[in-house]
């Protein structure tokens, strides 16, 4: 156990509550990706990093002060998205 890290029942709840939270929104996003006619596994991969992703700008825009780091990430995630799934 890293010992910089928060440990115990308290950490161990809001570890739980965070992951069932990532996969809720990760589960419905993939829903959604597959209505649109990618395969199930494309689907999860996606929205999983779109997520990633998104809660990484998230971070930086708080240590920022701006907005930019979500804008940044936004174009750059549907300029990949769009080369990778709009091709097919």
């Known amino acids: 156990m890293d010992p910089t890290l928060p ?3 308290t950490a161990r709840r809001a570890g739980e509550g965070a992951a069932a939270a990532f996969d809720s929104w990760i589960g419905q996003l993939a829903e959604r990706l597959t209505a649109a006619g990618l395969s199930p596994h ?3 991969d996606l929205a999983a990093m779109l997520i990633t ?3 990484g700008a998230h971070v930086l ?3 920022s002060g ?3 780091p979500f804008e940044q990430t936004a ?3 549907l300029t990949l998205a769009q080369s990778r799934y ?3």
Do not use: I, Q, V
Request: proline residues 5%; hydrophobic residues 40%.
């Open 86 to 88: 709009l091709s097919a």
């Open 53 to 55: 992703l998104l809660e």
């Open 61 to 63: 825009c708080r240590a």
């Open 42 to 44: 494309e689907a999860n």
């Open 7 to 9: 440990h115990g029942p």
């Open 75 to 77: 174009r750059t995630a």
């Open 66 to 68: 701006t907005l930019e």
